[in-house]
């Protein structure tokens, strides 16, 4: 389906079109199902490829948690 599909959909404001994507969204019964969106992807190869480079720029689960803000600030 194409949004020239949907009737009137040339009329509805932008809002109104963000409100429908947004509808279309929530609806997703199974989002674990998607892909994951290329950007993803892209930055997951960035990483690792960085880290193949440099191991040491590795840091532990418990090193990563430690280094997150506390939200008490």
């Known amino acids: ?3 020239s599909d ?3 959909f040339d009329e509805l404001s932008d809002l109104d ?3 429908l994507a947004d509808e279309l969204i929530a609806s997703i019964r199974k989002p674990e199902a998607l892909p994951a969106p290329i950007a ?7 990483r690792w490829s960085e880290y193949e480079r440099n191991p ?3 840091v ?3 090193e ?6 506390s939200g008490k600030e």
Do not use: D, G, K, T
């Open 64 to 69: 990563f948690w430690a280094q997150l803000p």
């Open 1 to 3: 389906m194409r949004a």
């Open 17 to 19: 079109r963000v409100r």
């Open 6 to 8: 949907i009737p009137n």
């Open 40 to 46: 993803h992807c892209i930055e997951l190869e960035r």
């Open 56 to 58: 040491s720029l590795a």
């Open 60 to 62: 532990s689960e418990e």
